[in-house]
């Protein structure tokens, strides 16, 4: 078998089972004692009932609100970033592997998601800008009442579990964002990701310095078959691995026909 | 031996790692129970149960 076909089938399978352990590892809070004041870098919802990592979204916010700088948390984000930077987003965030799966049966059925959009990263930056200038200004976690992953792990099992009288008004609010949001995921390949994660943004600042990297060697013949698969939509060989959009997913390393792609330190 | 050139960016990432692990001690003892607090605590507002 060809050297280039063994690793494609190498990638996905490993990403695909980090995806699994980054799920039931966000998941394990079954008690009291299991929900732990560990963040991660990725978005889901803390208010998820067996949430058992901090959201660092949710947290910023709440520093933000309390305008207190948050060593530990800038801390804990900074460590992660620096060892693998924007992958977290291709293989560990559960809101990422929702977006995923998402492609993968629109695959399936025969319609592959448009992975053609361009780029727009500043989108993301300012989305973030907005989410802690937000909290800063209202003194309260305002993104979290829009926040598509907590409407689907929090406000949905939340409400299923303890019903209220009546629709309260952000209930209706967390529906429409996650609705919109997922029609966008069927529409563009992981549009939340590429355009609106203010999660990505702060992993994707770290992207270019992060140990993990992704290396182009000469047998790059260009045929920029890579570029076609991405799913951020790259489109420049020169961004693999170091753009913000890059999740370092690894799909290019898996369709590059000549190897000439690779994880690297 | 390591060209200079791959030296250097590896020695700031050696610092950056340095001083993100300074942070997480530094602020581990007073942050690390707010943080869990938040988990453990559910803010019925923010995920839309109440008004």
């Not at chain 1, 799966?101 to 990263?121: C, E, M, Q």
């Not at chain 1, 939340?158 to 209930?171: D, M």
Request: hydrophobic fraction near 45%.
């Amino acid at each position: 078998m060809h050297r280039a076909g063994q690793l494609a089938m190498k990638i996905k399978p490993i990403r695909t089972s980090l995806q699994i352990l980054g799920l039931i590892l966000h998941n394990v809070g079954f008690t009291f004692s299991l929900k732990t004041g560990i963040v991660t870098p990725a978005l889901y919802c803390y208010a998820c009932p067996l949430a058992s990592f901090a959201c660092p979204i949710g947290t910023l916010q709440h520093f933000c609100a309390m305008r207190t700088l948050p060593l530990y948390v800038i801390g804990s984000i900074g460590l992660w970033l620096t060892a693998a930077g924007r992958s977290f987003c291709g293989c560990l965030c559960p809101f990422g592997t929702l977006h995923d799966a998402i492609g993968s049966v629109k695959s399936r059925l025969g319609k592959a998601t448009s992975t053609k959009l361009n780029p727009y990263p500043t989108a993301k930056f300012l989305m973030l800008f907005a989410v802690l200038g937000l909290a800063w200004y209202t003194l309260d976690t305002f993104f979290c009442r829009f926040c598509p992953s907590a409407s689907l792990v929090a406000s949905i099992p939340y409400f299923a579990l303890n019903p209220v009288s009546g629709i309260p008004f952000y209930f209706i609010i967390h529906m429409l964002t996650l609705a919109a949001t997922l029609l966008l995921a069927v529409l563009v390949s992981r549009f939340w990701c590429r355009y609106l994660c203010p999660m990505g943004a702060i992993n994707g600042i770290f992207n270019k310095f992060s140990i993990l990297k992704i290396a182009r060697t000469e047998e790059c013949t260009e045929c920029k078959k890579c570029l076609e698969n991405c799913p951020m939509g790259i489109n420049r060989l020169d961004e693999i691995g170091k753009s913000s959009d890059c999740i370092k997913c690894g799909r290019c390393i898996d369709s590059c026909t000549t190897q000439a792609l690779r994880f690297t330190t | 031996m390591i060209p200079r050139a791959h030296l250097l960016p590896r020695l700031a990432k050696l610092l950056l790692i340095g001083l993100f692990i300074f942070l997480v001690l530094a602020g581990l003892e007073k942050e690390y129970g707010v943080v869990q607090s938040f988990v453990q605590f559910i803010c019925r507002a923010c995920i839309g149960l109440d008004s």
